[in-house]
């Protein structure tokens, strides 16, 4: 297998009418498996680790987040670091599904993981840390039933973040009630995601 290092570099992005990011070519050792607004992530096929390759623009988010992972790294609740490099890191691969594909699936989110998610901002929290950007593209219930939380590279911005207070609000007052449908089509979730940025819920 190629380098981590060779392997970033093979990840060559374009920049579409100077508004948006897009991908041009990459290794066929990697798989895309997400897409940020800083980077996208790629599975290192044959292995159980992610390649996070960042946009020219947001190359010094490589170290940030490194180094956010590894103020985390003996907690359950986040992936592994093994390797950063000028534009890139490389972490566990998380076998299971985000917050948002649970919903979409009709997976249940039970109480418990909700207690989970808790534990695991304290943690970050009692290290000094300001969890943030918390949403349900960045919470994963791994296959063995697990909480993990990736994309932590904003753990350490000043301003307070609401999302993961709002998401709770929204997950005691719609969705345990019994007449909300715990399968909704990824479109409708990414109406109401809208919707929230925009501040439009009275409730929020």
């Known amino acids: 297998m190629k380098s981590f290092s060779d ?11 100077g508004i948006k990011i897009k991908l041009n070519d990459i290794d066929p050792q990697l798989e895309l498996i ?4 800083s980077a996208y992530a790629f599975k290192v096929k044959s ?3 992610v390649l996070k390759v960042y946009f020219p623009a947001f190359h ?8 956010i992972y590894e103020i985390l790294s003996d907690t359950p609740f986040y992936p592994r670091l ?60 791994s296959s063995g039933g697990r909480i993990k ?10 301003k ?16 345990k009630t019994r007449h ?6 990824a479109l409708i979730l990414n109406i109401i995601a809208y919707f929230y940025k925009k501040r439009l819920f009275p409730f929020f």
């Open 7 to 17: 392997l970033a570099q093979s990840v060559i992005y374009v920049n579409e009418k």
């Open 34 to 37: 997400g897409e940020g607004r």
């Open 47 to 49: 292995t159980n680790k």
């Open 60 to 67: 010094s988010l490589a170290k940030e987040e490194a180094e």
């Open 82 to 141: 093994y390797e950063i490099g000028m534009n890139y890191i490389v972490i566990d691969y998380i076998e299971g599904d985000t917050l948002f594909n649970c919903i979409r699936k009709g997976v249940e989110i039970t109480e418990k993981n909700i207690e989970e998610i808790d534990q695991a901002l304290e943690v970050a929290k009692a290290r000094g840390l300001n969890p943030s950007d918390i949403h349900l593209r960045n919470i994963f219930l």
């Open 149 to 158: 939380l990736i994309d932590v590279a904003r753990f350490r911005q000043e």
């Open 160 to 175: 307070q973040c609401t999302q993961w207070n709002d998401l709770k609000k929204a997950y005691i007052r719609f969705y």
């Open 180 to 185: 909300i449908p715990k399968k909704i089509p």
